[in-house]
């Protein structure tokens, strides 16, 4: 079990297959011209294949699938599959725009739930958020992952003035539909325009929920980002993460491996372990991913704490969040 001064235990990892998006969102790809990285300094499947064998080796039960986009990977198929074999929850998120593609490879790989990001309910701001006009392709496959009986989870990040107004919206989807819509605070990467007037709370979140509708309070789970509540009468649910406001640090159980193969201990982590190259250079990384574990912070990633109306965005070191992996 991999274990971390502070005595949080390490089972969740997620790894990212790719910085390539199909998408350009503000907050994740602000510039349409980004560069990318070359395919020599990703992981090859056999990569990630080995470097998994290892987490497993050290207890990691559950692996999430992220990018970028990562079902726009050329081999995206072959990796859900190598990782398929082993005996860990195997999930992925999403935009959804590929995912009618795939629905057979997640059927054979045992997938059972899946997350999708979606920020708004309307097809004019989707294209303004993403600039792309595909929102009716994603609704749908959307609709067909419901109908084909996958747990689906939608990740909406809300920011003040864009799309705060949506907030029943989401909530009111939940009435007919078994969806699991997660409101997530806006934070803070590299060049993503990120400041404190459009961070919309969990308290806010809250507030306006509670303007049409009642619900009530759900049991956190072990490990547990979102504050889950059901709303009466509805099938779905919805949950807010609360990095910025409430942060959840005290039970963190996650590792983040890039598309480049560094090792991330935290979201906001200034420093990285580079288990790809000593893979390569047929080093053992596990000594190497023991101390990246061991070295965490207690809470997000050393860099700030207390009143996120307070942080200063320009000294937080870290990649943005394309390059880390959702």
Not at 24 to 29: G, S, T, V
Not at 93 to 98: A, E, P, V
Not at 271 to 281: C, K, Q, S, V, Y
Request: charged share 25%; net charge neutral.
């Amino acid at each position: 079990m991999l274990k971390d001064n502070f005595g949080r235990a390490h089972d969740y990892l997620r790894i990212s297959l790719t910085d390539v998006c199909n998408f350009r969102c503000q907050y994740c790809i602000p510039d349409e011209n980004t560069s990318f990285m070359p395919s020599s300094r990703l992981m090859t499947v056999d990569e990630i294949d080995t470097i998994a064998q290892e987490f497993l080796k050290l207890g990691v039960k559950k692996i999430r699938l992220t990018g970028g986009e990562p079902l726009v990977r050329k081999d995206a198929e072959k990796i859900i599959l190598a990782l398929s074999k082993y005996p860990v929850e195997l999930t992925l998120t999403t935009n959804g725009l590929r995912t009618n593609e795939f629905i057979d490879v997640f059927k054979k790989a045992g997938i059972k739930s899946i997350n999708v990001s979606l920020d708004t309910l309307d097809k004019d701001q989707f294209f303004t958020i993403t600039k792309r006009n595909v929102f009716d392709k994603v609704w749908d496959n959307i609709q067909q992952l419901i109908d084909e009986g996958f747990h689906v989870k939608i990740n909406t990040v809300v920011m003040r003035d864009f799309n705060d107004s949506e907030i029943l919206n989401f909530i009111q989807w939940t009435k007919e539909q078994p969806v699991h819509i997660r409101f997530i605070e806006f934070m803070p990467f590299d060049k993503n325009q990120w400041n404190t007037q459009k961070v919309f709370s969990y308290q806010e979140i809250m507030d306006v929920a509670a303007t049409k509708y009642s619900f009530i309070r759900m049991k956190d789970g072990l490990n547990e980002t979102a504050k889950k509540f059901k709303p009466l009468g509805h099938e779905g649910t919805f949950a807010v993460i609360s990095t910025m406001s409430a942060p959840f640090c005290s039970n963190c159980n996650r590792m983040r491996l890039t598309a480049d193969g560094k090792m991330k201990n935290c979201l906001f982590s200034k420093g990285e372990a580079d288990i790809l190259t000593a893979l390569r250079n047929s080093e053992d990384i596990v000594p190497i991913i023991k101390q990246c574990v061991a070295s965490k912070e207690e809470a997000l990633g050393g860099q700030f704490q207390g009143d996120y109306k307070k942080i200063d965005a320009t000294k937080i070191a870290n990649r943005s969040m394309i390059n880390i992996g959702g």
